[in-house]
């Protein structure tokens, strides 16, 4: 009997035609090693990008990368964090990522935290208290090396880095990054004065939304500064912590019911002004000749409504790379102190949504038919 060749740890498993079979497990760090006649150093070094590996010859980097796709490897994440102390993983907590601006700020999170080689979970808590406190615990019990919060309440303490996105979190160790709300507040009523308006209505957000009341308190304070009124009767507040543009229109449709005697609206953000466009197009007027509309965040769809809106914009992607950035940090020296807060801030972004204030009344009879006869014209 003719004895088979003996399988070794560095030879590897393939079927008679020479493809390697997918059955049998991937080869470790030790084998490709083996295999590539290389010191795991140098194999770990050039699969994990290092800056030390950048001198390795790229003619070895490139056997490397074949020999790991050709077997398979997959890096032992569990043995590396027994290594170094770490899970290499954090934790995401969001309230609902279909969300406007999330996405956005989740795509930068995720492109900063997969070039570090980090794994994430995100969790949403639909702004429902015990999930937020639920969530938490759960990821810390999951030894993550620490939590990304975005527009979380408040409350929230984890024994770990912690950073927070518009969430204002006072809680000791956190580092928060937020944005010039009094920036925000006066690029959007500066470009309102200078076309001429002077009755603007504003659109507040839900009490439940955390960056609400701060943005809230900067308009009536940058307002107050510009002598601007802010007249009860045309300010409006969305109902609905969950944003959709079917919020806007309602709130809108309802004060366009109560009265017309303003000739802009500030909203609280751009899905809700959105849904106020379609609303002030169904009562009969135009945007922006009878009601000019200012957004905020500068959502990917912002540009490509009709009239384009109008916005302030939130720089959603630097915001997200410096949160995770940021957390990396932290999660690498966590004796260091950090700042408390990182301030991003805000660009007005001008489209088709804002213009001169009209000069006759939506209110009276000539002013309506001055209106509808435009929009026959």
């Known amino acids: 009997m003719t004895q088979g060749k003996q399988e070794t740890a560095a030879t590897p498993h393939r079927s008679k035609s020479g493809v390697v079979n997918p059955a049998k497990p991937p080869l470790n760090l030790r084998q490709l090693a083996e295999y590539l006649r290389l010191s795991q150093t140098t194999v770990s070094l050039v699969l994990n990008n290092s800056p030390a590996g950048r001198s390795i010859p790229q003619r070895t980097r490139d056997r490397v990368f074949e020999a790991a796709r050709k077997f398979h490897y997959r890096p032992n994440y569990f043995a590396r964090s027994l290594r170094n102390s770490r899970s290499m993983s954090v934790g995401v907590i969001v309230p609902d990522l279909s969300d406007g601006y999330f996405p956005v ?5 995720e492109k900063r935290l997969l070039k570090a080689h980090y794994f994430y979970v995100t969790a949403s808590h639909y ?9 938490s615990r759960r990821l810390m019990e999951r030894a993550v090396d620490g939590l990304l919060l975005l527009d979380t309440p408040a409350h929230i303490h984890v024994p770990a880095p912690a950073v927070a996105v518009s969430s204002h979190n006072p809680a000791p160790g956190v580092t928060n990054v937020v944005l010039d709300h009094d920036l925000a507040a006066r ?3 500066t470009h309102l004065v200078k076309l001429g308006h002077e009755r603007i209505a504003f659109m507040q957000g839900a009490q439940g939304i955390t960056d609400a009341k701060y943005r809230w308190k900067s308009i009536l304070s940058v307002a107050r500064q510009m002598d601007i009124a802010v007249v009860p009767e045309l300010c409006i ?4 912590t969950r944003q959709t543009p079917e919020a806007g229109y309602q709130v809108m449709q309802g004060l366009l019911e109560r009265t017309r005697e303003f ?4 909203c609280f953000n751009d899905i809700s002004a959105i849904g106020a466009i379609r609303a002030i197009t169904d009562a009969g007027l ?7 509309v200012v957004g905020f965040d500068d959502i990917v769809t912002a540009a490509y409504c009709k009239p384009s809106l109008t916005t302030v914009k939130q720089p959603l992607r630097e915001m997200g790379l410096q949160a995770a950035q940021a957390l990396l940090d932290r999660i690498a020296d966590p004796s260091q102190e950090w700042p408390a807060e990182i301030v991003m801030e805000p660009e007005l972004v001008v489209r ?6 009209r000069q006759h009344s939506l209110n009276t009879q000539d002013g309506l038919a001055m209106a509808a006869g435009a929009k026959r014209g």
């Open 263 to 266: 000739t802009a609206i500030f």
């Open 286 to 292: 135009r945007v922006p000749e009878d009601i000019s």
């Open 237 to 240: 507040q969305l109902e609905e």
């Open 352 to 357: 088709e949504s804002t213009g001169p204030a």
């Open 187 to 189: 690029l959007a009523l």
């Open 127 to 135: 702004r429902r208290p015990e999930l937020v406190e639920e969530y």
């Open 105 to 109: 700020v989740m795509s930068a999170i």
